[in-house]
Nanobody
Framework: EDQPVQSGGGSVQAGGSLNLSCKGS????????MGWFRQVPGKERELVARVNRGGDVTYYTDSVKGRFTISLDDAKNTVYLQMNNLAPEDTAMYYCAESWRLYAGRCSTKTDDYTSWGQGTQVTVSS
């Protein structure tokens, strides 16, 4: 079974930048949406950003708006998350994921609708 493969992440000081990338799975039918989630121990996984195929419709959770940018290279089947002005509260395990589900033509923000997951990568921001 093919799964997305992530790269990037690591440790950085507050105010720094990191870039995550994720090559999507190679199923017969390409996913409709790709997203980045994050999770800290003891808390639920939360959606950080997501983008539709075509890359023209994006969503960001409020806490990262203006700092993070999600982008998609359809030709490479790869989604990126550029994270700028990082803060200690951004520290988490980050996961990319794919969804084949749309609601009225829009990608979902529900974790359960994302069914193919990358292996996760740790992002640590020190103050």
């Amino acid at each position: 079974e093919d799964q997305p493969v992530q790269s990037g992440g690591g440790s950085v000081q507050a105010g720094g930048s990191l870039n995550l990338s994720c090559k999507g799975s190679n199923y017969m039918y390409a996913s409709l949406c790709m997203g980045w989630f994050r999770q800290v121990p003891g808390k639920e996984r939360e959606l950080v950003a997501r983008v539709n195929r075509g890359g023209d419709v994006t969503y960001y959770t409020d806490s990262v708006k203006g700092r993070f940018t999600i982008s998609l290279d359809d030709a490479k089947n790869t989604v990126y998350l550029q994270m700028n002005n990082l803060a200690p509260e951004d520290t988490a395990m980050y996961y990319c994921a794919e969804s084949w589900r749309l609601y009225a033509g829009r990608c979902s923000t529900k974790t359960d609708d994302y069914t193919s997951w990358g292996q996760g990568t740790q992002v640590t921001v020190s103050s």
